[in-house]
């Protein structure tokens, strides 16, 4: 099967599961393990912070930031389609007690004055807004990646009004790759962000959250509390440090890859690029005019041509991810199934 429902169906390769077998460990929890510090110390270089912290997922690093950030019954900022309101149950509500006020960017990316209408001092009817979090790349915009003016419109909004600004960086790689700018700029315009290890970067599990030492430490407390703090957690930190050293300069292929597929969307009559153009690795399409409903689209073209894709937020829209383990002949194969299911449905009507 060729797997484009997500980046993070890519499976650690053999030389980089004997990297990991090879990792020295020790007690994570302890701060002894020697890979695991490694990792963090790599990460919070690479985006020009002070510290870092390893965990199980992208999901507990934005937990721990919001958590971290702010308190009970104040507000973040983000756009209608981030993940922390769409796909982490309920986390900041539930974890932090926090009102997300949300804001309907494009492409998953809003400026200043969008963020300026829901920003709050904060009062005994009001809540305070505390912080501005961004997602970079946006995944629901198709892998948009944030102008770097557009991010500096967003820092002088928090500095006015004591806000702290934070960076979902699940894809950070991706838009580092494809824009050209390094992780230290776009790090350099956010308190905090993290970086996902198991997407794009092929690891098989874990995230860095990065920022002052000071915040790292408080963020420590919330990893423990929330049953992230590990033991010889080195094992699967070293899949991260494999992955910086070999896995971050071939995303360009990926983001070629995914432009080869959304070239071959706009030639087929039934399917509409919808998030247009492809900066990165996240194809976005229409199935409307095809007559089929996205689930449909998408189990046929797995019934018939064993590639996978997931129908997404709407019930005629899919996406398609492109990655490490899916090559330009893979993407090949698929691009020109997406057209044929779509040329057969609209013969059959
Ligand atoms: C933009 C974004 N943020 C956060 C996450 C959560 O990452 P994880 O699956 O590592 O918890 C994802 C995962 O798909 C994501 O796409």
């Known amino acids: 099967m060729i797997d484009l429902s997500s980046d993070t169906s890519t499976r650690p390769s053999q ?10 460990v020790g007690d994570e929890q302890l701060r002894e393990d020697p890979t695991v510090n490694e990792l963090q110390d790599y990460t919070a270089e690479l985006t ?13 690093c934005n937990a721990i930031a919001y958590a971290v ?28 007690g926090l009102l997300l006020r949300t804001v309907d960017g ?11 209408r829901v920003v709050h001092a904060g009062n005994t009817h009001a809540s305070r807004t505390a912080l501005i979090s961004v997602e970079n790349t946006a995944n629901m915009g198709g892998g948009m990646i944030w102008p770097l003016e557009t991010l500096a419109g967003l820092r002088d909004l928090a500095n006015e009004h004591g806000m ?21 700029t776009f790090g350099s315009y956010v308190d905090t962000v993290w970086i996902d290890l198991s997407k794009g970067l092929g690891a098989p599990v ?34 991260g440090l494999y992955a910086f050293r070999n896995n971050v300069d071939r995303l360009a292929e990926d983001h070629a890859n995914a432009r080869l597929i959304a070239d071959r969307v706009v030639q087929t009559p039934g399917l509409e ?23 449909e689209y998408a189990d046929r073209l797995l019934k018939e041509h064993d590639v996978r894709i997931s129908p997404y937020y709407d019930v005629s829209v899919v996406r398609a991810v492109t990655h490490l383990d899916a090559s330009r002949g893979d993407c090949e194969t698929a691009a020109e199934a997406i057209a044929a299911v779509a040329e057969n449905a609209l013969n059959a009507a």
């Open 15 to 24: 030389a980089m599961r004997e990297f990991m077998a090879a990792a020295p």
């Open 164 to 184: 702290k600004m934070h960076m979902d960086g699940a894809r950070l790689m991706n838009a580092v790759v494809g824009s050209g700018n390094s992780a230290a």
């Open 106 to 116: 494009t492409r998953g990316v809003y400026d200043r004055d969008q963020a300026a």
């Open 48 to 60: 020009g912070k002070e510290a870092g912290l390893f965990v199980p997922s992208g999901t507990m």
């Open 273 to 295: 690029l919808i998030r247009s153009p492809v900066e990165t690795n996240i194809v976005i399409f229409s199935v409307a005019g095809t007559g089929l409903t996205a689930r």
């Open 206 to 239: 874990g995230a860095v959250l990065t920022g002052s030492r000071e915040f790292i430490e408080a963020g420590r407390l919330w990893k423990h509390r929330l049953g992230g703090a590990m033991r010889q957690a080195g094992i699967i930190a070293a899949a």
């Open 69 to 96: 950030h702010a308190r009970p019954g104040e507000a973040v900022i983000l756009d209608r389609t981030a993940h922390p309101n769409i796909a982490e149950g309920g986390g900041p509500a539930v974890l932090a």
